[in-house]
């Protein structure tokens, strides 16, 4: 079946504007990850949503990161008043159920620019 | 201090070398492990997968975890060209849904 997908796959934006990144998980995966990776660094985890709880948002570095997921489908990243050092690749991950829900299956990630 | 300690490298070898990557962790809790592959511009791929302590065997690649130590290797024999990417460590502290701990990542090049 299908991967991990992500839209869109490189974003140039300017200093100051929004910026709206999408994940579509594996079909069937309860969880979703977002990551954050920049330029020869790991991943930073941003946010997890498992299933229908509460969502674990302790990894966004500020109130201008925000993200959604509609049920077990489609997730949203939102950043607002984007700065320079956001520039980095965002990567998301799902997850399936069960015992080896830590086993994550990532998406090609977006490269996003901030000028 | 780091949750996963990782050498960044560059490690570079010759092709067919025995190639040996390791993690250190402090959260003792931590009981699955996992290594990733992540070729450059393309996100990672789960390599393997391993409970608690001991070895896993997958081809020409072993993973072992030494809780008593906290310290994870992943070793890859026979290395091909096509290795060359950046290998991560991954743990958590259970395999449902938890919040997984990477390092920073290895950055291999094998040499033909």
């Known amino acids: 079946g299908a991967g991990v997908s992500q839209s869109p796959s490189n974003k140039v934006t300017e200093k100051g504007k929004d910026v709206e990144l999408r994940c579509d998980p594996i079909?069937?995966?309860?969880?979703l990850y977002w990551y954050r990776q920049r330029l020869g660094q790991g991943l930073e985890f941003l946010i997890y949503?498992?299933?229908?709880?509460?969502?674990?948002k302790s990894g966004l570095p500020s109130d201008r990161f925000s993200a959604e997921r509609t049920g077990e489908s489609v997730s949203t990243l939102t950043i607002q008043r984007t700065q320079q050092e956001d520039s980095a690749v965002y990567l998301c991950?799902?997850?399936?159920?069960?015992?080896?829900?830590?086993?994550?299956?990532f998406g090609p990630g977006t490269r996003l620019t901030v000028l | 201090q780091k949750e996963v300690e990782q050498d960044p490298g560059p490690l570079s070898v010759p092709e067919g070398a025995i190639v040996s990557l390791n993690c250190t962790y402090s959260?003792?809790?931590?009981?699955?492990f996992m290594w990733y592959r992540q070729y450059s511009r393309k996100g990672p791929e789960l390599l393997m997968y391993?409970?608690?302590?001991g070895n896993k065997e997958d081809g020409r690649f072993t993973a072992q975890v030494d809780k008593s130590s906290k310290y994870i290797s992943l070793f890859i024999r026979d290395s091909q060209p096509s290795d060359s990417a950046t290998y991560l460590c991954?743990?958590?502290?259970?395999?449902?849904?938890?919040?997984?701990?990477f390092g920073t990542g290895t950055k291999l090049q094998v040499i033909p």
């Open positions: 991950a799902s997850s399936p159920s069960g015992t080896r829900g830590s086993e994550q299956f």
């Open positions: 079909s069937g995966h309860t969880a």
């Open positions: 949503f498992q299933g229908n709880s509460a969502p674990d």
């Open positions: 959260n003792s809790a931590f009981q699955y």
């Open positions: 391993t409970y608690s302590s």
């Open positions: 991954a743990m958590s502290e259970s395999g449902g849904y938890q919040k997984v701990t």
